[in-house]
């Protein structure tokens, strides 16, 4: 058989140049241009996401030459094939592009790997916080790691009065916060929005946040890598339209996704997204 690809290397050096990218861009009169094009997700393309998202594809490009075969989904360029449909590589260039076009902190590179076309294969996961300049590792079975230190398993969670302590919500247009706010109330005693379902679930992973939902469905490219190192550090997730993880590795909005340090967390969090 041949090696596995040296996907770890691959989504560092990805970073390393996404880092390049986003510094020669400091401004955001230079981070918010547009190339004038919509991705294959539905959004208008920044520069900074196009750039990104070369610098990823040219690792892809390195990985391919030297005979790994394998098939990629990204934000901006929706499917490529490398040859194998039965390994997915499944890329948010920028997960937080609005952060980063604003200067907010917390914006990261998202990869995945899956062995199939749901959640459930995932089984590689890497997320580079460019704010605090964390990275975040998981592979299936060898837990997940934060700055090459292995995240605790056996962190609960903590409450105050009942409530989940702190909660992280994403797609947090007010509209829908508007129609969440009572059951968010109930479930929660603080919450925050960092603006990144990536980073937002690794939060939950850290046992930083007690658990995390988005309010409407989001992608894949989204939370793919990261709800693999939230279960690999002891937590919970859920797509709610889907059971057992079966949420479709593709570009369509089909779920929310919530998760929690226990099972007992996630059961509150069920009523918040409107389905």
């Not at 690999?232 to 929690?260: N, R």
Request: hydrophobic share 45%.
């Amino acid at each position: 058989m041949p090696a596995e690809p040296d996907w770890l290397g691959a989504c560092r050096r990805s970073a390393e140049a996404v880092r390049d990218i986003l510094q020669d861009n400091p401004t955001i009169t230079q981070r918010a241009r547009e190339t004038g094009t919509t991705g294959e997700g539905g959004d208008a393309t920044l520069m900074i996401d196009a750039a990104a998202e070369d610098a990823v594809f040219a690792e892809l490009d390195t990985l391919h030459a030297g005979g790994a075969r394998f098939s990629a989904l990204s934000e901006e360029r929706g499917a490529v094939d490398y040859g194998d449909a039965g390994v997915l590589v499944v890329i948010d260039p920028i997960d937080g592009s609005a952060n980063a076009k604003r200067g907010l902190p917390h914006h990261a590179l998202s990869i995945a790997v899956a062995h199939g076309t749901t959640m459930a294969d995932v089984r590689f996961g890497f997320v580079y916080d460019f704010g605090p300049e964390e990275e975040w590792v998981a592979v299936t079975g060898q837990g997940a790691h934060l700055d090459g230190v292995r995240l605790e398993t056996d962190c609960p969670e903590r409450r105050l009065d009942g409530k989940l302590e702190l909660l992280g919500i994403e797609s947090a247009d007010p509209r829908w916060i508007r129609e969440a706010a009572d059951d968010i109330a109930d479930a929660a005693y603080r919450v925050r929005a960092m603006g990144t379902i990536a980073v937002t679930l690794c939060q939950v992973a850290a046992a930083r946040l007690d658990g995390m939902c988005t309010l409407k469905g989001c992608r894949s490219v989204d939370a793919a890598a990261a709800q693999l190192i939230v279960r690999e550090a002891g937590g919970v997730v859920e797509f709610p339209k889907f059971p057992d993880l079966s949420a479709p590795l593709d570009l369509e909005p089909h779920s929310p996704v919530i998760a929690a340090r226990t099972s007992e967390g996630l059961a509150t969090l069920r009523p918040l997204p409107k389905l």
